[in-house]
């Protein structure tokens, strides 16, 4: 008894066992999908989010827009990534056991979660994405963000995480993907404007059809200088002979 009411009193075990109680009501195939969706599903829509937003990032703007979300798409990926490294070391450190080997009647959605359980992968690494994105993108940003959040969800759904795992998860993806974005955005911009650059891996940067209308843009700039200085010389040659002809 003692231990129900410690358990009761603890607002992330309660939370789990409110929100895992959803899949012990649910029927079976409902589960089923959330599990597949939290497993792997978001992970993959976010990757599909991500490439829409490539997509369309390659013809919006002017060139340095392109520039700027093409080097924050770089970007998404490998703050994930470094995320995942730094959470290595804080599982080891908190060693943390998954919720359902320390509480009974909890509706298991995922087996072989053997490792330790805070902070959760999978919402960091969706986090992580989620930012990188929204850098890239706002409106599109926005459902990255929305999917990440989804993913949290899901995992405690699952019944594999604590809330706070979760909470933790999101915390350190935003923060590894905010705290070094202008380093990488320093090194990474020039490097993918050197791509633009480059036939072969121009279209990666820009569009074709974006490159064409910036060429046409850069052509008119110039001819409306040319046409400006062309003006001052007559102004200037026509002072010029008013002058000596006063």
């Known amino acids: 008894m003692a231990g129900l009411a410690v358990e009761a009193s603890n607002p992330d075990v309660s939370l789990l066992y409110d929100i895992n109680g959803i899949a012990a009501d649910a029927p079976g195939w409902a589960d089923r999908i959330v599990a597949f969706v939290g497993e792997y599903g978001i992970l993959l829509g976010l990757v599909l989010v991500g490439i829409w937003c490539w997509w369309r990032?390659?013809?919006?703007?002017?060139?340095?827009d392109s520039v700027a979300s093409a080097a924050a798409l770089v970007w998404a990926p490998l703050a994930a990534g470094i995320a995942l490294l730094v959470n290595i070391p804080i599982r080891g450190f908190v060693e943390r056991p998954r919720p359902f080997?320390?509480?009974k009647g909890l509706e298991v959605l995922a087996s072989g979660k053997t490792d330790f359980s805070f902070v959760s992968d999978h919402a960091t690494l969706a986090m992580a994405l989620g930012v990188?994105?929204?850098m890239a993108h706002r409106k599109l940003g926005l459902v990255a963000l929305a999917l990440a959040a989804a993913e949290g969800f899901c995992r405690v759904y699952m019944g594999v995480h604590y809330p706070s795992d979760?909470?933790?998860?999101?915390?350190?993806?935003?923060?590894?993907?905010?705290?070094?974005a202008p380093l990488a955005m320093m090194v990474l911009t020039p490097l993918v404007s050197a791509l633009s650059r480059w036939a072969a891996t121009a279209?990666?940067?820009?569009s074709r059809r974006a490159r064409e209308a910036d060429a046409e843009r850069r052509a008119a700039a110039l001819a409306g200088r040319a046409?400006?200085?062309a003006r001052a010389r007559r102004g200037d040659d026509g002072?010029?002979?008013n002058d000596l002809a006063a």
């Open 132 to 134: 990188g994105i929204f």
């Open 227 to 229: 046409r400006e200085v």
């Open 239 to 241: 002072r010029g002979f």
């Open 57 to 64: 990032g390659r013809g919006r703007g002017s060139a340095e």
């Open 101 to 103: 080997l320390e509480h």
């Open 203 to 206: 279209p990666l940067v820009r």
């Open 166 to 180: 979760v909470v933790g998860g999101f915390a350190l993806g935003t923060a590894v993907t905010l705290l070094l």
